[in-house]
C-alpha cells in the first residue's frame, strides 16, 4: 500500500496493494494496522454502500456535530470524488481536491472529519463503498451546494442529476461554516 498524494493536511489519496492475473484480482480494503501506519488511527463505526447512475452528482455532505472520517472506494464504475476542507481553523479552510476513482484503478480517498464530501458518476453505473468514523446522524446533516460559486469545482461532467434536496444546500462563500 502507498500513499501517492496529501493534496490537503489529513486527506489521503491510497493506492492499495493489488494481486493480479489471468483469473482476476485480490485487494485488502481496509487491515486497521495497516492504514494506521499511514496515519489513520479513527476507528470506523460504519460502513455505507450507494449505487448511482451517470450523471448523478451527490453532495456536498457533511455532519455539522458528528463529524464523519471517510475511507472511499468503488466496487464498480467511475466517480469523480470531490472533499473540501471545512475546518475553520484549518490553513487549507476552502480548498478542495478531486480525485478520479474506479473500480480499475483501485484508488481509495481518506476523507478525514472535517470535510465536505460529494462524488459525480462518470460511468453508466457505479458502486460506492466508504466506511465512516462515526455514525449517521439525520438532524446533524449539513451541506454546501454543488454549484457554488466561490469553491468552483469542476465536476467532470455536464447536466448533473441532482436530488431535490441538494439543489437547495447553503453556499459557502468563504464563510465560517460551523463545523464542531
Known amino acids: 500500500m502507498e ?11 491510497i493506492q492499495p496493494d493489488v494481486y493480479s492475473d489471468e483469473r482476476g484480482f485480490f485487494l485488502e480494503t481496509w487491515q486497521k494496522e495497516r492504514y494506521k501506519e499511514i496515519g489513520i488511527k479513527e476507528e470506523f ?22 463529524p464523519q472520517g471517510k475511507l472511499v472506494s468503488l466496487r464498480r464504475g467511475r466517480i469523480y470524488d470531490v472533499a473540501v ?32 464530501h460529494g462524488f459525480a458518476v462518470l460511468s453508466d453505473v457505479c458502486d460506492f463503498n466508504y466506511k465512516c468514523t462515526d455514525y449517521y446522524h439525520p438532524g446533524d446533516e449539513g451541506g454546501i451546494v454543488w454549484n457554488d460559486e466561490t469553491l468552483n469545482i469542476d465536476w467532470k461532467i455536464e447536466n448533473p442529476i441532482v436530488s431535490e434536496k441538494d439543489q437547495h444546500l447553503s453556499v459557502f462563500s468563504g464563510q465560517k461554516l ?3
Open 178 to 180: 460551523k463545523v464542531y
Open 45 to 66: 463505526v460504519q460502513d455505507n454502500w450507494s449505487r448511482s447512475t451517470k450523471g448523478v452528482l451527490r453532495g456536498l455532505h457533511f455532519q455539522k456535530q458528528h
Open 85 to 116: 476542507d471545512i475546518r475553520p481553523k484549518s490553513p487549507t479552510y476552502g480548498e478542495w481536491y478531486g480525485e478520479e476513482l474506479s473500480d480499475e484503478n483501485h484508488l481509495q480517498l481518506y476523507i478525514p472529519p472535517g470535510f465536505a
Open 3 to 13: 500513499i501517492l498524494n496529501e493534496p490537503l493536511p489529513d486527506l489521503l489519496l
